[in-house]
């Protein structure tokens, strides 16, 4: 099982970003799927996950301004980030909970945004 994390960068606030995480080996449209985000001295908290039927579960903290949303044809799960502020800087992770085949919970390497003020 792979995650490939990638579009991270650094934005001014308010600006936006969006990440994409392209997946492998495992049956990408029946699992559910999170991006997760560590700041420095923090624990590694939920920012939003997507289950195999699309619905969606967010921090409250991003409430309104980021979306979850899969492509199960790309295997590719994406994070679009709108009114970013810098207490959102952190690495982002994406997770895959896999059930089934490969059974497992599996994290991409992470990108790094940042958002200066």
């Known amino acids: 099982v792979q995650l490939q994390a990638s579009g991270g960068g650094l934005v001014q606030a308010g600006g936006s970003l969006r990440l994409s995480c392209a997946a492998s080996g495992f049956i990408f449209s029946l699992n559910a799927l999170g991006w997760y985000r560590q700041a420095p001295g923090n624990q590694r908290e939920l920012v939003a996950d997507i289950s195999s039927d699309g619905n969606t579960n967010y921090a409250d903290s991003v409430k309104g301004r980021f979306t979850i949303s899969r492509d199960n044809a790309k295997n590719t799960v994406y994070l679009q980030m709108t009114s970013l502020k810098p207490e959102d800087t952190a690495v982002y992770y994406c997770?895959?909970?896999?059930?089934?085949?490969?059974?497992?919970?599996?994290w991409g390497q992470g990108t790094q945004v940042t958002v200066s003020s």
């Open positions: 997770n895959a909970h896999v059930r089934g085949f490969r059974a497992g919970n599996y």
